[in-house]
């Protein structure tokens, strides 16, 4: 079998992409993931569950996350989601093309204070 090509799976739903990045820290599992994407967002997002689960399932089919063991005494009632190999590197793939991008605005002077 033959290595996915990371490049295959750009640009990433901001949703994805957000998951991604809060398994980039470490195991985590569903209403944590919100938590967090929610806390960064400012409430200016609502992750709603569904939407939440159905991203899950689709990484998880993508292969870049997985289930994986919970941690010593943690709840038995959660199911743990960690990034895989590649899951980590189309997360990196895809924060340099965002980083692209922001050079781009940049350069065009599209932002002004205030």
């Known amino acids: 079998m033959t290595p996915a090509d990371p490049t295959r799976f750009l640009p990433l739903h ?13 195991k985590s599992w ?10 960064r967002e400012g409430g200016r997002m609502t992750l709603y569950p569904a939407n939440l689960y159905r991203r899950v399932r ?11 063991d919970a941690p010593e005494g943690s709840d038995p009632r959660r ?10 590197e189309v997360t990196s ?18 932002i002004t204070d205030g």
């Open 58 to 68: 689709d990484l998880v089919k993508r292969g870049l996350i997985e289930e994986t």
């Open 93 to 110: 793939l895809e924060a340099q093309r965002l980083r692209s991008l922001v050079h781009e605005v940049d350069a065009l002077d599209l």
């Open 79 to 88: 199911t743990y989601l960690a990034l895989t190999p590649l899951g980590r």
């Open 30 to 39: 569903g209403s944590r993931i919100v938590e967090e994407i929610e806390e």
């Open 14 to 26: 901001a949703l994805e992409f957000r998951i991604l990045l809060v398994l980039r820290r470490g």
